[in-house]
C-alpha cells in the first residue's frame, strides 16, 4: 500500500550530521523506507531542517488578539519554518493561571494555530493552589518574573513565591522558567531615572544592568539547589548570564541526588542587534533585558558555539502601533516581534555555523528539554515536522513577507542567506510559496511525565 508522501533528494539535517537522503512520511509520522507514496515532492538543492520549535512566544489570545492573536502568530511561525510554539500565560487576558483560563487558550489555540502549540502556566502570588490543577491540564511548565512584568494581571514572583512554586513544580515534575532580572534594582533605577526627568532610549538602557540579570539568575539557581526545581533561564541577554547559568549545570542539589537542572535560551535579537541598534530604531528594538554592546554580541555568540546555550528563542512580543508610539520610551511597550526570522538569523551567521548545531537548537534540544515524545528530529517515528530551505537563496526581508499581524520586525531592510520553502506540520504542507496553503491543524503537545 501507497504511503502518503516521499521527499525526494534533500539534504537532511540531523543529530549526526547532513546527508543527502528521500524522505518517507505516512500518518503524520517518519517511516522506513517505501517504494510507492501518494504524493512525491522534489527538494534536490533544499536542506530539511527539523521543524523549529519557538519555546518562547507571546501571541496574546484571548483577550489581547489584537497584539497578536493565535492564526497570524502562527502563520509567521510556520513562514520561518516553524512547526510548533510554546504561547506564554501573559499576555493574554485572562493569563493563563488556572484550569478555566488554560481551557480558553486551548479552544482558541485549537480554533486557529497551523502548527502544533505548547501552552505554559503562571507562577504568580495569587496561583500557587493552581499550578496542580494546570498540570494536570498538560502545560509545558510554569514562567515566573523575578521583576515587574509590565503588565497588572501578572504579578511579579518574590522570592517567597517563586520558592514555593518551584517546591510544588518539582514535586510535579515540571520545569519553572524565570524572567531573570533584579526587581530591586530595576525598579529603582527606573525611578530614579524618571524623577530626574529622563525619557529617552539611552536612559531606559541604564535603568536593566548586565548585574541585574546576574543577580536574578544566582537567586533562581540558588532556590532551584534547594528545591530540586527544573529550572530554565529565558532569554539570556549577556555572556555572563550565559556563563552563570553554564556554571549553575555542575552544582549539587541539597538531596545530592544529582546536580541542578538548569537551562538557558537566548534570543536572535540578543545575537544580531546592539544598544546601538535600540538607539537608532526606538520603538521596534525595546525589550527586557535590553540589547547590549557589540562586543557582549560576540561574547554572547561564543557562548552559544561552545554549548553554552541550550537553545534559541524569539520571545516574539508584539503590541499595537499606538503602543509602540511614546516621546517617553519608558512607556514604549516593550517587545521584539520576530517569531518568522529565528531560522534565517542563524543561517545568515558568518562565518557558517554547522547544521546540526542549528537543528539542536531550534529543535531537538528544545524536545528533549521539554520531553516532547515524537517532536525535534528527522527520524522514523517521529512526527513529521521539518522545513525545506533553499540555502543559497539570498533575501531583503520586507514588511509585506511577514504574517504576523503588525509587522513591526526590527529586521525589515536586512539581507539573509537561507529561505523557507516549505514547512511541513506532521506530513502536512501549512506553508508554501510565501503563503499559508492550510486549514488550522494544530494540537495540544503535552509533556511526557518523567
Known amino acids: 500500500m501507497a504511503i502518503d508522501l516521499i521527499i525526494r533528494g534533500a539534504q537532511v539535517v540531523t543529530p549526526g550530521g547532513v546527508a543527502e537522503q528521500d524522505l518517507y512520511i505516512d500518518g503524520g509520522k517518519f517511516v522506513d523506507a517505501s517504494s510507492a507514496a501518494k504524493q512525491t515532492i522534489d527538494a534536490n538543492g533544499l536542506t530539511a531542517f527539523p521543524g523549529l520549535i519557538d519555546s518562547h512566544v507571546h501571541f496574546n489570545e484571548p483577550g489581547r488578539t489584537d497584539w497578536e492573536g493565535i492564526a497570524t502568530g502562527s502563520a509567521a511561525l510556520a513562514a520561518?519554518?516553524?512547526?510548533?510554539?510554546?504561547?506564554?500565560?501573559?499576555?493574554?487576558?485572562?493569563?493563563?493561571l488556572d484550569?478555566?483560563?488554560?481551557?480558553?487558550?486551548?479552544?482558541?489555540?485549537r480554533a486557529s494555530a497551523v502548527t502544533d502549540f505548547a501552552l505554559w502556566g503562571g507562577l504568580t502570588p495569587g496561583n500557587?493552589?493552581?499550578?496542580?490543577?494546570?498540570?494536570?491540564?498538560?502545560?509545558?511548565g510554569f514562567k515566573a518574573f523575578m521583576c515587574s512584568s509590565g503588565i497588572n494581571d501578572f504579578e511579579r514572583a518574590d522570592d517567597l513565591t517563586l520558592l514555593r512554586g518551584m517546591e510544588i513544580a518539582s514535586r510535579l515534575g515540571l520545569p519553572v522558567a524565570v524572567h531573570a532580572e533584579n526587581d530591586e534594582l530595576t525598579s529603582r533605577l527606573t525611578h530614579q531615572s524618571r524623577e530626574a526627568g529622563h525619557r529617552h532610549v539611552a536612559d531606559y538602557l541604564a535603568t536593566r544592568p548586565i548585574v541585574a540579570e546576574l543577580d536574578a539568575i544566582k537567586r533562581a539557581i540558588t532556590f532551584a539547589q534547594d528545591t530540586g526545581c527544573s529550572l530554565h533561564i529565558v532569554h539570556i541577554s549577556s555572556a555572563k548570564g550565559s556563563a552563570e547559568m553554564f556554571e549553575g549545570k555542575h552544582l549539587w542539589r541539597k538531596d545530592l541526588r544529582g546536580p541542578v537542572d538548569v537551562t538557558g535560551e537566548t534570543c536572535p535579537h540578543y545575537l544580531t542587534l546592539a544598544d546601538?541598534?535600540?538607539?537608532?530604531?526606538?520603538?521596534?528594538?525595546?525589550?527586557?533585558?535590553?540589547?547590549?554592546?557589540?562586543?557582549?554580541?560576540?561574547?554572547?555568540?561564543a557562548q552559544l558555539l561552545a554549548g553554552g546555550i541550550d537553545f534559541v528563542a524569539s520571545d516574539h512580543s508584539p503590541a499595537p502601533e499606538s503602543m509602540k508610539k511614546s516621546d517617553d520610551f519608558f512607556k514604549v511597550w516593550g517587545g521584539i516581534s520576530g517569531v518568522q526570522s529565528t531560522l534565517a538569523i542563524l543561517l545568515s551567521r558568518v562565518p557558517k555555523l554547522p547544521r546540526e548545531l542549528i537543528g539542536q537548537l531550534i529543535a531537538t534540544n528544545v524536545a528533549s528539554r521539554y520531553r516532547l515524545p515524537g517532536k525535534g528530529r528527522i527520524a522514523p517515528g517521529y512526527?513529521?515536522?521539518?522545513?525545506?530551505?533553499?540555502?543559497?537563496?539570498?533575501?531583503?526581508?520586507t514588511r509585506e513577507q511577514l504574517l504576523d499581524r503588525h509587522k513591526h520586525s526590527p529586521y525589515v531592510g536586512r539581507t539573509f542567506q537561507g529561505q523557507v520553502k516549505r514547512t511541513i506540520v506532521r506530513g502536512t504542507t501549512v506553508f508554501a510559496d510565501e503563503q499559508i496553503v492550510s486549514p488550522p491543524i494544530g494540537q495540544l503537545v503535552r509533556p511526557e511525565v518523567a
Open 80 to 96: 520561518g519554518g516553524g512547526t510548533c510554539f510554546f504561547d506564554m500565560p501573559l499576555n493574554s487576558s485572562p493569563p493563563t
Open 99 to 109: 484550569g478555566a483560563s488554560f481551557d480558553l487558550k486551548l479552544a482558541a489555540a
Open 128 to 140: 500557587l493552589d493552581k499550578l496542580e490543577e494546570l498540570a494536570g491540564r498538560g502545560v509545558i
Open 276 to 301: 546601538t541598534d535600540m538607539i537608532e530604531m526606538g520603538a521596534p528594538a525595546k525589550c527586557s533585558p535590553p540589547l547590549r554592546s557589540t562586543e557582549e554580541i560576540e561574547a554572547l555568540w
Open 383 to 397: 512526527d513529521a515536522d521539518l522545513s525545506l530551505v533553499d540555502e543559497q537563496a539570498i533575501f531583503t526581508l
